[in-house]
């Protein structure tokens, strides 16, 4: 069966939704671990309560090459081939990305190439755009520019304020996220970037 290991920095709600997925079938893999860079991320004790194995990468003491040093080992000894990253707030370096070309995945609350960067729902909330959305992509070498794989829109609504938008947001990173990840792992989808003329 396909395993997977989740990043992530902050809340997981994204890794809380994967591992539901998981635990009820919905998407046939199997969770490996979880880590984050930082050891007080509150969806490390989410998942260690779910009954994920947690690790902590040890960014402030050994640095990005010493941190991903550890995760290349953990992805070894748990035997995780996919690395899926869910609110993880760190670049992968170049090098690490190259290493496992193709097998990083990552989701981000705006349609790419729209809205890149660290606030995508907030910065398209203040440009005032009418539709945004999420998007689930691999990770390249670069931010948040590799092949995308599903997109979902919404319209932000006259009724809406940021919060409104934020969890609605949410609400669709938790159904597309496991979906695209079930046909990635199944082969469905493809690898490939198509550039259209
Ligand atoms: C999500 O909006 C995700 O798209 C972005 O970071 C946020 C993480 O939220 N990359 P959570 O930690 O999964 O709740």
Not at 35 to 43: F, L, M, R, V, Y
Not at 133 to 148: F, P, R
């Given at each position: 069966?396909?395993?997977?290991a ?8 994204n ?62 000894s ?39 960067g ?38 932000i ?24 990840l079930?046909?990635?792992f ?12």
């Amino acid at each position: 069966m396909t395993s997977f290991a989740v990043l992530i920095s902050g809340r997981g709600s994204n890794m809380a939704a994967l591992g539901e997925a998981v635990r009820d079938g919905r998407l046939r893999a199997r969770l490996a671990f979880v880590a984050s860079d930082t050891p007080d991320a509150p969806g490390l004790q989410k998942a260690g309560a779910a009954g994920f194995e947690t690790a902590v990468l040890p960014y402030s003491e050994r640095g990005r090459c010493g941190a991903e040093e550890r995760l290349n080992g953990l992805c070894s000894s748990r035997k995780a081939e996919w690395i899926v990253l869910a609110g993880f707030m760190r670049i992968l370096s170049p090098e690490f990305v190259r290493l496992f070309q193709g097998r990083i995945v990552n989701i981000h609350p705006s349609l790419l190439p729209s809205f890149p960067g660290r606030d995508g729902i907030g910065d398209a909330w203040r440009y005032g755009v009418k539709i945004t959305g999420v998007t689930v992509h691999l990770v390249d070498e670069g931010v948040d520019s590799g092949l995308i794989l599903a997109q979902q829109a919404t319209e932000i609504r006259p009724e809406d304020t940021l919060e409104t938008l934020e969890q609605r947001i949410h609400e669709i990173e938790h159904a597309i996220y496991w979906k695209t990840l079930s046909d990635l792992f199944r082969g469905i989808l493809s690898a490939e970037r198509r550039w259209r003329k």
